[in-house]
Structure formats: C-alpha cells, structure tokens
Nanobody, 115 residues
Framework: QVQLMESGGGLVQAGGSRRLSCAAS????????IGWYRQAPGKQRELVAT???????NYGDSAKGRFSISGDNAKNAVYLQMNSLKPEDTAVYYC?????????WGEGTLVTVSS
C-alpha cells in the first residue's frame, strides 16, 4: 500500500556532495516518522536522519553537521542533502516511514564514496 522509492545514489568523490530523494505514495505529514537509514556492508543498519511529526529532526552522530533532511509535502518527497562525504558514508541508503504501528522501507539506493 505505502510505497517509498529512493533515487539519487551513485558514485561521488570524498569531500563531495549528493542529494537523495524519497518519493512517497502518501502525504508525508501522515507519517509519524519519515527519513533515512543506511547500511554499510557487514554492518548494522543505522539512523541517518528523520523527521518526526513533520517538525522535529533527528540525526545520527555520523550525519550531524554534514547532512540535512528536508521535506516537500506538495511533492510527497523527502530529501537528504549530503555534504563533505567520506568513504565511510558508503552504504545503501533506505527511505523509512512509520505510520502508527507500521514501518515502511524503500528498496534502497547505493551511495559509494571514493577515497
């Protein structure tokens, strides 16, 4: 029912920037939480950035000061602006949303940061 689709992944040099997009099938204000997680090979999935209640942002430690999350309700879209990228940012980035007690995940988009 609810669908999330990421785009914008690819190869970027260390120190560069990239913006990811998540297109949602629902008004983003209907989600309790919407945002981004990532998973690097062999590692656990971790928080990148989320928006709770359409207002409150939360960033993982690795994202603070470098990444910025934003939403566009008119487009049912959430964005992740990534700056000062590091090789350790290499991961599959997943769009995530929570509505009431249900979690939704996109299929992910791969971001590779070259050293």
């Amino acid at each position: 029912q609810v669908q999330l689709m990421e785009s914008g992944g690819g190869l970027v040099q260390a120190g560069g920037s990239r913006r990811l997009s998540c297109a949602a099938s629902e008004n983003i204000f209907r989600f309790n939480i919407i945002g981004w997680y990532r998973q690097a090979p062999g590692k656990q999935r971790e928080l990148v950035a989320t928006i709770t209640g359409g207002l409150i942002t939360n960033y993982g430690d690795s994202a603070k000061g470098r990444f910025s999350i934003s939403g566009d309700n008119a487009k049912n879209a959430v964005y992740l602006q990534m700056n000062s990228l590091k090789p350790e940012d290499t991961a599959v980035y997943y769009c995530y949303a929570r509505h009431d007690d249900t979690n939704y995940w996109g299929e992910g988009t791969l971001v590779t940061v070259s050293s």
